[in-house]
């Protein structure tokens, strides 16, 4: 499956974003998806996740203000940004939610060049 993330952009902190998701190759019906994160110096890390059955969760540090969803239909992803930080700043991934015998969390191989989100103070 081909994953691709779009709608970021430079915003000022405060302000709101949605970025979607699109895959071709596969639908992303089947899988446990998640928005991923990975700002400069840091690891990647999971900040929402949905469930095949629509159960969602939140990274702590964007719960309240993060909003996934994801459209069956359409074979799409979203993600809601509202108030924004600057802390929020980093390229956006979406990918499956792999949760691994050791704890650790993968995605598909294909990870595509995601989409960077640049929140100003």
């Known amino acids: 499956v081909q994953l691709q993330a779009s709608g970021g952009g430079l915003v000022e902190a405060g302000e709101s974003l949605t970025l979607s998701c699109t895959a071709s190759?596969?639908?992303?019906?089947?899988?446990?998806m998640g928005w991923y994160r990975q700002a400069p110096g840091n690891q990647r890390e999971v900040v929402a996740s949905?469930?095949?059955?629509?159960?969602?969760n939140y990274a702590d540090s964007v719960k309240g203000r993060f909003t996934i969803s994801r459209d069956s239909a359409a074979n799409a992803l979203y993600l809601q940004m509202t108030s924004l930080k600057p802390e929020d700043t980093a390229r956006y991934y979406c990918?499956?939610?792999?949760?691994?015998?050791?704890?650790?969390?993968?995605?598909?191989?294909?990870w595509g060049q995601g989409t960077l989100v640049t929140v100003s103070s």
């Open positions: 990918n499956a939610v792999i949760n691994l015998p050791d704890g650790r969390i993968r995605g598909l191989d294909s």
């Open positions: 190759g596969n639908t992303l019906n089947s899988y446990h």
């Open positions: 949905i469930s095949v059955g629509g159960t969602t």
